[in-house]
């Protein structure tokens, strides 16, 4: 692990990657109001998600759960998800395995 973050702007928000071990990573997304990532799944990657701020709608396999500020949801290896800051911005602390190219998006 460097020392130094990693920022990532996206159609939807950014992403600051601040750690990516070989046992761990961390990141902390900001998806814009009204904007959403795309529906995608990890092949291995394990991932926690806890909301700091806003609403969001999470989709899961097609189904939807509302999570705000103080919420979590453990998202595991080929589940899809898809994430929609539905008021405010939403800001997201992500922990889970290493970051690895391991990303199919299923819908933009």
Do not use: C
């Not at 702007?9 to 990573?25: D, P, Q």
């Not at 929609?84 to 299923?106: K, R």
């Amino acid at each position: 692990m460097t020392n130094k973050t990693e920022h990532n702007k996206h159609l939807w928000g950014h992403e600051i990657i601040w750690a990516n071990t070989k046992k761990y990573s961390s990141l902390m997304m900001v998806i814009t109001e009204g904007e959403q990532t795309p529906y995608i799944y990890h092949k291995k990657r394990d991932k926690t998600l806890f909301i700091l701020q806003g609403v969001v709608k999470l989709i899961v396999e097609g189904r939807n759960k509302i999570l705000q500020s103080g919420d979590k949801y453990h998202i595991p290896p080929k589940l899809m998800h898809r994430i929609v800051a539905l008021e405010g911005d939403a800001t997201i602390l992500e922990v889970g395995t290493p970051i690895e190219d391991d990303v199919i998006i299923v819908e933009e």
